[in-house]
């Protein structure tokens, strides 16, 4: 069983740039979560897609939005890259409607640094 | 709207000693919780969770974690610490209401570091 992949691992960018992350989730799981992880924060929800649909935002602006393709892998976008966007993004991936419902299995995350 | 506290952002704990790690929340709604750890440059592992029933929920590791309703707190325990138990915990919640598919609030996090 295959977990959740994240790639790229270290990006560094600059402001006003535009960035793609991406995640696969673990075999089988339907839902994907990111969240943003700051430098000594816990991590903060950012949307989740569920079957290829926005399923849920957190308090972030528009300039994050995302995607969830059909095999359920997903990317995360941010444009016009601000200084604040620097963290560890995290991906999660999720089945609601198997045995392991509620649980959530994370990535290892990428680390966005922008100057 | 929810939110969760640690209240002690670093624990130095002595190898071999029993440690606990604070965790309270807030919540309008009945709620689950759950423990994450983090090791370094890693992504987070989930340790146990409650949903529902009793409310000593033991998890991988050794760790365990109590329900306490009353006092709205889900404290993290182990008996006897390793120096492998260095890393980052998570407290966090969840409110239910997706059926399955919630936003995790997480707290700020609790360093644990096992000193030899």
């Known amino acids: 069983e295959t977990g959740v992949t994240q790639s790229p691992t270290h990006l560094i960018k600059t402001r006003g740039q535009q960035v793609t992350l991406r995640c696969s989730s673990q075999s089988g799981h339907n839902t994907v979560s990111w969240y943003q992880q700051a430098l000594g924060q816990g991590p903060q929800f950012i949307f989740q897609?569920?079957?290829?649909?926005?399923?849920g935002r957190g308090n972030f602006p528009p300039r994050f939005s995302g995607l969830q393709f059909p095999n359920y892998s997903s990317e995360l976008n941010v444009n016009a890259l601000e200084l604040d966007d620097s963290a560890l993004y995290l991906c999660?991936?999720?089945?609601?409607?198997?045995?392991?419902?509620?649980?959530?299995?994370f990535g290892p995350g990428t680390r966005l640094t922008v100057t | 709207a929810q939110s969760v506290t640690q209240l002690d952002s670093q624990v130095p704990v002595f190898e071999e000693a029993p440690v606990e790690l604070r965790c309270n929340y807030s919540?309008?709604?009945?709620?689950?919780l759950f423990w994450y750890v983090q090791y370094p440059n890693q992504g987070l592992q989930l340790l146990l969770k409650?949903?529902?029933?009793?409310?000593l929920v033991k998890g991988i590791n050794g760790f365990e974690a109590e329900f306490n309703k009353s006092q709205t707190s889900f404290h993290l325990r182990k008996p006897s610490v390793h120096i492998s138990d260095t890393a980052e915990y998570f407290c966090?919640?969840?409110?239910?209401?997706?059926?399955?598919?919630?936003?995790?609030?997480f707290g700020t996090g609790t360093r644990l570091t096992i000193i030899p």
């Open positions: 919540s309008s709604v009945s709620v689950y």
């Open positions: 897609y569920y079957r290829e649909e926005e399923n």
């Open positions: 999660a991936s999720s089945h609601p409607g198997t045995s392991e419902i509620y649980e959530q299995y």
């Open positions: 966090a919640v969840s409110d239910g209401s997706g059926f399955g598919n919630e936003k995790l609030t």
């Open positions: 409650y949903l529902s029933g009793s409310t």
